[in-house]
């Protein structure tokens, strides 16, 4: 395990590859390893690094876990590997994650992507929403195997290979406490980005899945009008994992994307 040490405690990391540095942050519920396809696919060219937020994976579990915080947890990050200024690329939650960055630090960021992130909280499907609530994932922790059960239904709903992301599913959610679970979709649900996005002056691009059942597809839309110069890609045959469910057509957005003059 590689990790560096910060404020709040430990940040888990991995990195492959050489050369120009790739910032990539995972979703809610998620881990590091959702980036993993793509970092292997960028590796002669890039050298990437993919986090886990504090209350996920096998960073440290305590905090106030919102995007603010998440924000400094990468701020830091960089700081701590000397990494001025480099492209980020954030899926979900950690679209969103990237976007405040680069609002809020924007020496730091060189490009931008989201990858069927919220811009607005709004955009979030209501279970998320409910899982904001503590009192409801509370219960939801009390009862492990009915809300991992309910999960492996709806996950077909979720990818085009629901077995691969299950799997991954259930991994991650061994690592996240109740905390992390509840506080980090509440704080996520009452972000709005939208009167901030004109000040973005830096390459930025949104991936969205058309099936998309989790964050709602129009937030790409969202991003555009905010963001006038923003490329904007939808996948047909996507729903909120684009990386997993068309990995090559992803890959090559990306790879394209990055090498934009």
């Given at each position: 395990m590689v990790a560096i040490v910060t404020d709040r405690g430990i940040v888990h990391y991995e990195a492959i590859g050489r050369?120009?540095?790739?910032?990539?942050?995972?979703?809610?519920?998620?881990?590091?390893?959702?980036?993993?396809?793509t970092m292997q696919l960028l590796a002669p060219k890039y050298k990437t690094y993919a986090l886990d937020f504090w209350g996920f994976g096998e960073s440290a579990k305590h905090?106030?876990?919102?995007?603010?915080?998440?924000?400094?947890?990468?701020?830091?990050?960089?700081e701590r590997l000397g990494l001025e200024r480099a492209p980020?690329?954030?899926?979900?939650?950690?679209?969103?994650?990237?976007?405040?960055?680069?609002?809020?630090?924007?020496?730091?960021?060189?490009?931008?992507a989201v990858v069927g992130s919220p811009v607005v909280g709004s955009g979030l499907a209501?279970?998320?929403?409910?899982?904001?609530?503590?009192?409801?994932?509370?219960?939801?922790?009390?009862?492990?195997?009915?809300?991992?059960?309910?999960?492996?239904?709806?996950?077909?709903?979720?990818?085009?290979?629901?077995?691969?992301?299950?799997?991954?599913?259930q991994k991650d959610l061994s690592s996240t406490t109740m905390d992390s679970f509840?506080?980090?979709?509440?704080?996520?649900?009452?972000?709005?980005l939208r009167p901030h996005l004109h000040e973005l002056r830096?390459?930025?691009?949104?991936?969205y899945g058309k099936k998309d059942n989790i964050v709602d597809p129009k937030q790409g839309r969202v991003l555009q009008a905010g963001v006038k110069h923003a490329?904007?890609?939808?996948?047909?045959?996507?729903?909120?994992?684009?990386m997993l469910d068309e990995k090559?057509?992803?890959?090559?957005?990306?790879?394209?994307?990055?090498?934009?003059?």
């Open positions: 050369g120009k540095p790739v910032i990539l942050l995972h979703c809610w519920l998620g881990s590091w390893s959702y980036w993993l396809p905090g106030a876990f919102s995007v603010v915080e998440y924000v400094e947890m990468v701020n830091q990050f960089m980020v690329m954030g899926h979900s939650m950690g679209g969103t994650v990237s976007l405040s960055l680069a609002l809020m630090y924007p020496q730091r960021v060189s490009r931008v209501f279970p998320l929403k409910l899982a904001g609530n503590r009192q409801i994932a509370a219960l939801l922790y009390r009862f492990p195997r009915i809300f991992a059960f309910g999960m492996r239904i709806a996950s077909r709903f979720y990818a085009r290979d629901w077995r691969t992301w299950y799997d991954m599913f509840s506080n980090s979709i509440r704080d996520l649900r009452f972000t709005d830096i390459p930025s691009m949104g991936v490329l904007l890609h939808y996948f047909d045959g996507s729903a909120h994992f684009p090559d057509h992803f890959n090559q957005v990306v790879q394209d994307f990055l090498e934009l003059q």
